[in-house]
């Protein structure tokens, strides 16, 4: 303890290079450490963009290919199957849901793929976490669109708000399908996964922006569907009209019958003060014209029943009107059509049992009604890892040089000033202190500056990942767990400590060396 306590006092006395060194090797510790963590969380984030998807199933090619496209949205997705087929893999015994995806178009750079509904039911990520919704709901309609948490903070978007889709997909530019405008029904809950970076859209819409509308309908162009169906709904109309203005006839033929039976009513009191036998026959005018009342009672009542259905149609006119109002012609004609794709991109399967995941992958590479390919998502993850493999050894190889090179500068700072502490070894050695005293005060003046750097260091870590969290989740959609060191990194940080120890011979071994007159003789 007095070592070091003297070792301490010491390095006092030269604070700058001191600091200088304590420096350098805490922001080497940092990068060491700041490299490693970005690349745990890299790959956890990486393998954690899926989750719960026993195979993914598309044309046939490279597996990469087919993982970056259809999970991560990167790079080209020409290649096609049949619906069909996805319609025939759902039926399978083996198969216990299977949800279809359609890509190719983009909304200012940011991806649109096409689904249904079941995509939010089966779709998961890090450990069988599902999407949820942050704000609207997931809604059923056509021409509905639900968006990724960073494409709503970014384009400033809400629910309701009217959006265009672009064809053609990321960068490249294409022409807007205004003809088919969306609304924004869902902005989806961060997931830090490539969906906030996403637009989903229904298939049927997918279907209608690439199909020439009014082609398609052939002898039935638009035009004269909904005109047809408009003339028909006014037909309807005219009649109800009709029913209405005899309905207000039967109205004033019951308030005469009123204003007669009152009339009547009052003659019969006069007869009563008059004659008895009056009061009888009054009674029984009135008996019949009661029953005579009563049925038009009941045709009153048939009346009302009348004016509900009569507002009931009033009301789904008003809601036609208003539909027609929002939707495009196109859109209309597509409502009437109920399109359904041709072809598709993937499709994301999970199956009843684990244990037929490699079964149903080969049945699927040697299906019969097209080429296609069956990747396990967790292999393929793995897989492609692996081509970072040497971006990953390059990084540690810098890192590593970067630790070194702290340590060479403090040696370097050790060893230039022991030519100046030479006295100071001197005075030590004429008190008393044995060359051994000597050489391990250098090594704990070396051990001391590489503890305190890796404390700084480790302290400069934390500070660095809690500012750099946010940016990171909303610019980049990358999200940094910032958790305790690893055993690896503490296994780093102990290579770090000893390596200094060692390093520290050089100049303990040098002052060992150093006599008491060398010390005491300095020339002026």
Same mark, same amino acid.
């Given at each position: 303890?007095?070592?070091?306590?003297?070792?301490?006092?010491?390095?006092?006395?030269?604070?700058?290079?001191?600091?200088? !060194?304590?420096?350098?090797?805490?922001?080497?510790?940092?990068?060491?450490?700041?490299?490693? !963590?970005?690349?745990?969380?890299?790959?956890?984030?990486?393998?954690?963009?899926?989750?719960?998807?026993?195979?993914?199933?598309?044309?046939?090619?490279?597996?990469?290919?087919?993982?970056?496209?259809?999970?991560?949205?990167?790079?080209?997705? !020409?290649? =096609?199957?049949?619906?069909?087929?996805?319609?025939?893999?759902?039926?399978?015994?083996?198969?216990? $849901?299977?949800?279809?995806?359609?890509?190719?178009?983009?909304?200012?750079?940011?991806?649109?793929?096409?689904?249904?509904?079941?995509?939010?039911?089966?779709?998961?990520?890090? %450990?069988?976490?599902?999407?949820?919704?942050?704000?609207?709901?997931?809604?059923?309609?056509?021409?509905?669109?639900?968006?990724?948490?960073?494409?709503?903070?970014?384009?400033?978007?809400?629910?309701?708000?009217?959006?265009?889709? !672009?064809?053609?997909?990321?960068?490249?530019?294409?022409?807007?399908?205004?003809?088919?405008?969306?609304?924004?029904?869902?902005?989806?809950?961060?997931?830090?996964?490539?969906?906030?970076?996403?637009?989903?859209?229904?298939?049927?819409?997918?279907?209608?922006?690439?199909?020439?509308?009014?082609?398609?309908?052939?002898?039935?162009?638009?035009?004269?569907?909904?005109?047809?169906? /408009?003339?028909?709904?006014?037909?309807?109309?005219?009649?109800?009209?009709?029913?209405?203005?005899?309905?207000?006839?039967?109205?004033?033929?019951?308030?005469?019958?009123?204003?007669?039976?009152?009339?009547? =009513?009052?003659?019969?009191?006069?007869?009563?003060?008059?004659?008895?036998?009056?009061?009888?026959?009054?009674?029984?005018?009135?008996?019949?014209?009661?029953?005579? /009342?009563?049925?038009? /009672?009941?045709?009153?009542?048939?009346?009302?029943?009348?004016?509900?259905?009569?507002?009931?149609?009033?009301?789904?006119?008003?809601?036609?009107?208003?539909?027609?109002?929002?939707?495009?012609?196109?859109?209309?004609?597509?409502?009437?059509?109920?399109?359904?794709?041709?072809?598709?991109?993937?499709?994301?399967?999970?199956?009843?049992?684990?244990?037929?995941?490699?079964?149903? +992958?080969?049945?699927?590479?040697?299906?019969?009604?097209?080429?296609?390919?069956?990747?396990?998502?967790?292999?393929?993850?793995?897989?492609? $890892?692996?081509?970072?493999?040497?971006?990953?050894?390059?990084? %540690?190889?810098?890192?590593?040089?970067?630790?070194?090179?702290?340590?060479?500068?403090?040696?370097?700072?050790?060893?230039?000033?022991?030519?100046?502490?030479?006295?100071?070894?001197?005075?030590?050695?004429?008190?008393?202190?044995?060359?051994?005293?000597?050489?391990?005060?250098?090594?704990?003046?070396?051990?001391?500056?590489?503890?305190?750097?890796?404390?700084?260091?480790?302290?400069?870590?934390?500070?660095?990942?809690?500012?750099? +969290?946010?940016?990171?989740?909303? @610019? @980049?959609?990358? @999200?940094?767990?910032?958790?305790?060191?690893?055993?690896?990194?503490?296994?780093?940080?102990?290579?770090?400590?000893?390596?200094?120890?060692?390093?520290?011979?050089?100049?303990?071994?040098?002052?060992?060396?150093?006599?008491?007159?060398?010390?005491?003789?300095?020339?002026?």
């Amino acid at each position: 303890m007095a070592i070091l306590s003297l070792a301490f006092k010491s390095l006092l006395n030269r604070k700058l290079t001191f600091f200088i !060194t304590l420096f350098s090797i805490a922001i080497s510790v940092t990068l060491l450490l700041g490299v490693q !963590t970005l690349k745990t969380e890299t790959k956890t984030s990486f393998m954690k963009s899926i989750s719960g998807t026993d195979l993914i199933i598309g044309s046939r090619g490279a597996s990469s290919q087919l993982l970056l496209s259809s999970v991560f949205h990167i790079g080209s997705s !020409t290649n =096609t199957i049949k619906y069909e087929t996805y319609q025939d893999i759902e039926k399978l015994p083996a198969v216990e $849901w299977a949800v279809p995806i359609s890509m190719g178009d983009s909304h200012k750079g940011y991806t649109v793929i096409a689904t249904n509904l079941s995509f939010f039911d089966h779709f998961s990520y890090a %450990n069988k976490q599902n999407l949820t919704v942050q704000s609207g709901s997931i809604d059923d309609d056509m021409f509905a669109v639900a968006i990724g948490a960073d494409v709503a903070q970014k384009l400033d978007y809400h629910v309701g708000d009217r959006i265009i889709v !672009t064809h053609g997909g990321g960068e490249i530019e294409g022409h807007d399908h205004d003809n088919i405008p969306f609304f924004v029904s869902a902005i989806l809950s961060p997931s830090f996964t490539a969906i906030d970076q996403t637009l989903i859209i229904s298939l049927e819409a997918m279907e209608a922006m690439h199909t020439e509308t009014h082609d398609h309908l052939g002898a039935l162009p638009g035009e004269t569907l909904l005109d047809s169906d /408009h003339h028909e709904h006014h037909d309807e109309h005219d009649e109800d009209h009709e029913q209405h203005a005899a309905h207000d006839k039967h109205d004033e033929h019951h308030d005469e019958h009123d204003e007669d039976h009152e009339q009547h =009513t009052a003659h019969d009191k006069h007869d009563e003060h008059h004659d008895e036998h009056d009061e009888d026959h009054a009674q029984h005018a009135a008996h019949d014209k009661h029953d005579e /009342h009563d049925e038009d /009672h009941e045709q009153h009542a048939a009346h009302d029943k009348h004016d509900e259905h009569h507002d009931e149609h009033d009301e789904s006119h008003e809601q036609h009107a208003a539909h027609e109002h929002e939707d495009t012609q196109d859109q209309r004609i597509a409502r009437l059509l109920k399109l359904k794709p041709e072809n598709i991109n993937a499709i994301f399967v999970g199956l009843t049992s684990r244990h037929a995941v490699l079964g149903m +992958q080969s049945y699927v590479n040697n299906f019969q009604g097209e080429p296609l390919t069956a990747i396990i998502p967790a292999v393929a993850l793995q897989e492609l $890892w692996q081509f970072f493999s040497l971006a990953e050894s390059a990084l %540690n190889i810098v890192t590593t040089f970067v630790v070194l090179v702290g340590l060479l500068g403090m040696l370097s700072i050790i060893l230039m000033s022991l030519n100046e502490r030479r006295r100071e070894m001197a005075v030590l050695r004429s008190v008393g202190a044995r060359p051994s005293h000597i050489f391990g005060l250098i090594i704990g003046e070396a051990g001391f500056v590489c503890l305190t750097g890796i404390l700084l260091g480790v302290i400069l870590l934390y500070a660095v990942l809690l500012i750099l +969290q946010t940016p990171l989740a909303n @610019y @980049y959609g990358f @999200y940094l767990d910032i958790n305790m060191l690893t055993s690896n990194d503490l296994f780093i940080l102990l290579t770090i400590q000893c390596s200094a120890l060692l390093i520290a011979l050089i100049p303990g071994a040098l002052i060992y060396k150093y006599s008491l007159s060398d010390g005491m003789n300095i020339k002026f």
